[in-house]
């Protein structure tokens, strides 16, 4: 056995692997190198497949419009990262760039998609936990680049009822809201207050209308 088969034996993802198979997956592997500060995908765009570190480093983060960047990850040899949209089928959900001069392996996602073509609920299962995980992801957004009044808005289109008409949100307590939102009830409080004299809302006692859905996508 090589020391690249030994590596690729060594990672969570190919331990149960036989030699056989390991052979089969270095043949699509794509071994690629990136000096540091180098970007090696960004957030928003189609997923190649997962990445592994074979040396180096990789940072894993979102930015803001404002150009603010929440660090996620710092990925180190046998680090792997990007599984989220290699099972969900969705975009890359964060950017990534080299901290160190690094080398990494990128394993195509139909690849390693095809090794679990023979248990379709353990892809299926697999997937309910990368959905999990991209909303994960957006949670940590919204508590790093949105103020509460922001994320405020952003839950309550999120929770709203679609009929003819104003949209009504599903009732929650003020105190519900402060946990989904990260915060307390008396700001949301404030933050509702808010929202209403901007006129993206009507509070009718514990009952939110949204009177203007185009006022609080403006303020996410």
């Known amino acids: 056995m090589t020391s690249s088969d030994n590596f690729l034996k060594s990672l969570p993802y190919f331990a149960a692997l036989n030699s056989e198979q390991i052979e089969r997956l270095k043949k699509d592997i794509v071994e690629l190198s990136f000096p540091r500060g180098e970007l090696l995908f960004l957030e928003g765009e189609p997923c190649r497949g997962l990445y ?5 480093q990789i940072r894993i983060f979102k930015s803001s419009p404002e150009g603010r960047e929440q ?25 990534g760039s080299a901290l160190k001069p690094a080398t990494v392996y990128l394993i195509p996602k139909e ?3 095809s090794l679990l073509a023979d248990c ?8 309910q936990f990368a959905r999990r995980l991209r909303q994960m992801t ?6 790093s680049f949105r103020n509460v009044v ?43 207050r ?3 004299k901007k006129g993206a809302i009507k509070m009718e006692g514990q009952r939110i209308i949204i009177t203007d859905p185009k006022i609080l996508r403006q303020l996410i």
């Open 52 to 56: 592994v570190v074979k040396s180096g």
């Open 194 to 196: 808010t929202l209403e």
């Open 71 to 95: 660090v996620l990850l710092i990925a180190g040899p046998g680090d792997s990262f990007n599984d989220v949209p290699v099972f969900d089928g969705g975009p890359n959900p964060a950017s």
């Open 111 to 113: 690849k390693l998609l």
């Open 150 to 192: 922001s994320r405020l808005a952003k839950t309550l289109l999120d929770l709203a009822v679609v009929e003819g008409g104003p949209s009504p949100v599903r009732r929650l307590t003020q105190d519900e809201m402060a946990a989904m939102i990260g915060t307390v009830r008396d700001v949301v409080g404030r933050a509702l």
């Open 120 to 127: 379709p609920t353990g892809l299926n299962i697999i997937r």
């Open 138 to 143: 957006a949670l940590v957004e919204d508590l």
